[in-house]
């Protein structure tokens, strides 16, 4: 597990983007409003102070690690198209199921999608596309790990879970327009 965990926050235009990285990697990035709850969640998963970038020490790993990724995960905030795909990310805390769903979504590059049942389907387990979904919606990196990519078997959107601080059809628009600045328009379930 990591020694440290450290924090920096983005203008994720409209709200907070906050981003961690251990020495391993990123942890955790998203949209989030309150940093106070954001830091005392990692704290409890990874068990190891939290500190912000400004003050950690230059030579941190973790900090090093933060550093580096940052103009990649400002460029993917922006919505621009970059190679998110050398970004290193940790997931050690996450369930070994996570892993796997979280590992084949990032193989889903940008402008495309794949439905629940496909990446169930790549991960061996058929028939486990409602816990694909509940994978996605604990996936701790928004963005570089890009659930808004997969949608519904029907074409649909599907859902959008991210963090629970606004209601569902704002989630469903911002997963509507992470897609169309990639190209791709998904239409709403019954729309």
């Known amino acids: 597990m990591a020694d440290l965990v450290v924090t920096a926050t983005l203008d994720g235009g409209g709200a907070p983007f906050r981003i961690a990285a251990t020495d391993r990697g990123i942890a955790a990035a998203g949209w989030d409003p309150d940093e106070e709850a954001f830091e005392s969640d990692l704290a409890r998963r990874f068990q190891v102070p939290v500190v912000r970038l400004a003050d950690a020490r230059p030579d941190e790993p973790a900090a090093v690690v933060l550093r580096e990724a940052l103009p990649t995960i400002e460029a993917l905030v922006r919505g621009s198209r970059v190679d998110d795909g050398t970004l290193a990310v940790d997931l050690s805390d996450r369930p070994a199921w996570d892993q796997r769903v979280l590992a084949e979504v990032r193989r889903v590059g940008p402008g495309t999608t794949a439905s629940y049942g496909d990446i169930a389907r790549r991960v061996g387990a058929p028939r486990a596309a409602r816990a694909v979904g509940g994978a996605l919606g604990r996936n701790p990196v928004s963005l570089v790990i890009p659930c808004h990519r997969i949608i519904g078997g029907?074409?649909?959107?599907?859902?959008?879970?991210?963090?629970?601080?606004?209601?569902?059809?704002?989630?469903?628009?911002?997963?509507?327009?992470?897609?169309?600045?990639?190209?791709?328009?998904?239409?709403?379930?019954?729309?």
């Open 154 to 191: 029907d074409g649909t959107l599907g859902g959008y879970g991210g963090i629970g601080w606004v209601d569902r059809d704002r989630q469903l628009s911002r997963k509507e327009a992470l897609l169309l600045r990639e190209g791709v328009a998904v239409r709403r379930r019954g729309g």
